[in-house]
């Protein structure tokens, strides 16, 4: 008899859940936080404000909010 999909677990997109592979995990998530760190401090380093908060700052303020940062 087939089972269905609701009586197994799930290992997760990478199969990773549960698993004795956490270093593989571990080493993803480095992958993807070190660079998004990176991106980060370079964004806010030139630009004022984050992408989400600029355009809720337009939308609320009904006005062009200057985006990047004035030069010193």
């Not at 997109?13 to 993803?28: C, E, H, K, N, Y």
């Amino acid at each position: 008899m087939p089972t269905s999909p609701v009586g197994r677990r799930s290992r997760g997109p990478f199969g990773l859940r549960d698993s004795p592979r956490r270093g593989t995990a571990m080493v993803l998530a480095g992958m993807i936080l070190v660079p998004w760190g990176v991106f980060g401090r370079w964004w806010l380093a030139r630009i004022r404000y984050r992408p989400m908060e600029w355009g809720l700052r337009r939308v609320t303020w009904w006005n062009v909010v200057q985006l990047r940062r004035p030069r010193p």
